[in-house]
């Protein structure tokens, strides 16, 4: 019996079946076999540019996934063959001493110097089997689902969980408030479905494509819900939405973009909170977007916060699991349409999809 492992042979490159002796796992380890693979934004930058992150081409890419537990190493009594898992696209660094990743640290491992992240340093998903080692199996986020589950939505963990850190970062500013979010693509869609669930008072979705905005309200809006579209008139539209506040509570960026920070910005007032989420790199790293704050006038006057989430920890792997599995996410099967499910064989046809200006959420089959 053979490993499938599909390496993508440079950015912009070719994904290339290449067939590899199945590996077993050793003590601590399990196997797991793939089910599912999704794509996100982040995806299309590494096969379109790649990232300084990824040292080494070829690389097995792709780090949305859920699988089944196939083989378990001596010693494993977390896990047992068959279990539907699913994991976290930020793991430990696997030093097991480590203040944040190791057996006695934070689990903060986005802080760690030496963060991995699957699908980056740490081989992706993109083969039929992978083999996790005793530090990942008992340090990692791994979350096991009931039998039955659906993997199509085990798969969607990590980019829920990266959105649920965002929303839950700061107490209280979600219940009740006026929200913005900035950006209709997938993050953008997970946002609204999860401030929707924790009680939002209104939504106003942001986007440029109406495409995009209009599949995105049609699919997942209610009477809470308002689009509006990323003109020159933005700003103006947004605060005449607010009303009767004056300015929204909470504002998320969702769009990888540096014109979506300053939009963010120019909509901060008295006590609205910030959410950088979605990060702004290319092949050539991350470009600094500078933005001037008065501590005095607009922090500590008018109670702003900035605040940013980058990736997961178990804080956000937990909810989101918490989420799927109590099914608090209804319409979740919306994210994905006939024309964004792809079979293991057409992953660079899955990735160029993901890229499409309509695209939420594409699977890969490997079943």
């Not at 308002?226 to 998320?252: K, Q, S, T």
């Not at 979506?260 to 790199?281: I, N, S």
């Not at 064989?345 to 079943?367: G, N, P, Y």
Request: hydrophobic content about 40%; glycine content about 10%; some cysteine.
């Amino acid at each position: 019996m053979k490993n499938l492992v599909y390496y993508l042979n440079r950015p912009g490159g070719e994904f290339e079946a290449v067939e590899e002796a199945l590996p077993e796992p050793g003590p601590g380890e399990i196997r797991v076999r793939t089910l599912r693979t999704s794509i996100c934004q982040s995806d299309v930058i590494i096969y379109r540019s790649g990232l300084p992150r990824i040292k080494k081409w070829p690389a097995i890419v792709l780090h949305e996934m859920s699988g089944v537990v196939d083989a378990i190493g001596a010693g494993v009594t977390k896990f047992a063959e068959g279990d539907l898992i699913a994991l976290g696209c930020d793991i430990p660094c696997g030093d097991r001493t480590c203040i944040y990743c190791g057996d006695e640290g934070t689990g903060d491992w986005t802080s760690c110097p030496n963060t991995q992240a699957t699908g980056h340093e740490f081989p992706g998903f993109a083969r039929r089997y992978a083999v996790l080692p005793q530090w990942f199996v008992e340090l990692g986020p791994i979350m096991k689902f009931p039998a039955g589950f659906n993997p199509d939505h085990a798969c969607q963990l990590e980019p829920l969980a990266c959105s649920l850190e965002g929303l839950t970062r700061v107490n209280n500013c979600i219940e009740n408030r006026v929200v913005v979010l900035i950006g209709a693509g997938s993050q953008g869609a997970y946002a609204l479905q999860s401030v929707q669930r924790m009680g939002a008072r209104k939504v106003i979705l942001v986007n440029r494509g109406e495409e995009r905005l209009q599949r995105v309200l049609r699919d997942f809006g209610d009477s809470r819900v308002v689009g509006i579209r990323w003109d020159d008139a933005v700003i103006e539209n947004v605060r005449r939405e607010c009303l009767p506040f004056n300015e929204p509570h909470f504002v998320m960026v969702n769009a990888p973009v540096q014109a979506a920070y300053e939009l963010a910005t120019k909509l901060m007032g008295h006590g609205t909170v910030m959410d950088g989420h979605a990060g702004v790199k290319n092949a050539g790293g991350k470009p600094p977007i500078l933005h001037q704050v008065d501590l005095n006038n607009d922090i500590h006057y008018k109670l702003q916060c900035y605040q940013a989430t980058h990736g997961s920890s178990m804080h956000g792997i937990r909810l989101a699991h918490q989420f799927l599995s109590q099914g608090g996410l209804p319409l979740l099967d919306r994210m994905t349409n006939d024309t964004e499910r792809f079979p293991a064989t057409k992953l660079r046809e899955a990735v160029e999809r993901a890229a499409d200006a309509d695209s939420l959420k594409v699977i890969v089959h490997w079943d």
